[in-house]
């Protein structure tokens, strides 16, 4: 699934430099817009959740990330009738479990 937002090839750069935290505003922004856009179940709003939980994994907070992956997925399987839903619900997943994985590494890292 493609999906265009304001600012995604900004966010695509950005996330593939490493600069997670410049990332998270545009990917805010774009959230916010498809919220009024699609409403907070939207499937592009999801996917664009799923980018921002990414950023969020990839620069260490993993709890910020697995509370928006979590919801996504819920949200996500209430809607499988469609088979784009079917699709987001599968990237959330994936991500959580990864996101999760992470997690476990950082508590033995801190240990």
Known sequence: M?????????TVTLQ???????AEEPLLT???IWKLVQGPSG????????????????????DLAIPILERVAAQS???FSDPEAAHVYRLALNN????????????KARA
């Open 43 to 62: 499937l592009d709003t999801l996917n664009t959740e799923i980018a921002l939980a990414a950023s969020y994994r990839r620069r260490g907070d993993v």
């Open 77 to 79: 399987a209430a809607s």
């Open 30 to 32: 774009a959230i916010g």
């Open 2 to 10: 493609q999906v265009t937002t304001p600012g995604s090839k900004i």
């Open 96 to 107: 959580l479990c990864v996101t999760q994985r992470d997690a476990v590494d950082l508590d």
């Open 16 to 22: 593939r430099d490493g600069k997670y935290r410049e």
